[in-house]
Nanobody
Framework: QVQLVESGGGLVQPGGSLRLSCAAS????????MSWYRQAPGKERELVAR????????LYAASVKGRFTISRDNAKNTAYLQMNSLKPEDTAVYYC?????????WGQGTQVTVSS
């Protein structure tokens, strides 16, 4: 069965860093575009970052550009989101997404809380 399992979330102080991981199984990971989304309470789901199948092309929301880095390791079927210089407004549930054509899969989400 298809699975996307996020990990690495938690509580961090402003200015700190976290690295999220998304472990994929049950599908051909290397053929799917991978993305990270987030949703804060009372807000719409937001695309944070996206990475092409090869890892050579990336896209970032303006709010995180220069602070976050998306990457993937196709040999390990894993996508990552390195988050630096975290701000309280980054607080949200972060979701991993895999997409190809009309098919997409979602992880269960991992909570990131940035607070002093």
């Amino acid at each position: 069965q298809v699975q996307l399992v996020e990990s690495g979330g938690g509580l961090v102080q402003p200015g700190g860093s976290l690295r999220l991981s998304c472990a994929a199984s049950g599908f051909t990971f290397s053929t799917y575009v991978m993305s990270w989304y987030r949703q804060a309470p009372g807000k719409e789901r937001e695309l944070v970052a996206r990475i092409s199948t090869t890892g050579l092309n990336t896209l970032y929301a303006a709010s995180v550009k220069g602070r976050f880095t998306i990457s993937r390791d196709n040999a390990k079927n894993t996508a990552y989101l390195q988050m630096n210089s975290l701000k309280p407004e980054d607080t949200a549930v972060y979701y991993c997404n895999a997409e190809i054509a009309n098919t997409e899969y979602w992880g269960q989400g991992t909570q990131v809380t940035v607070s002093s």
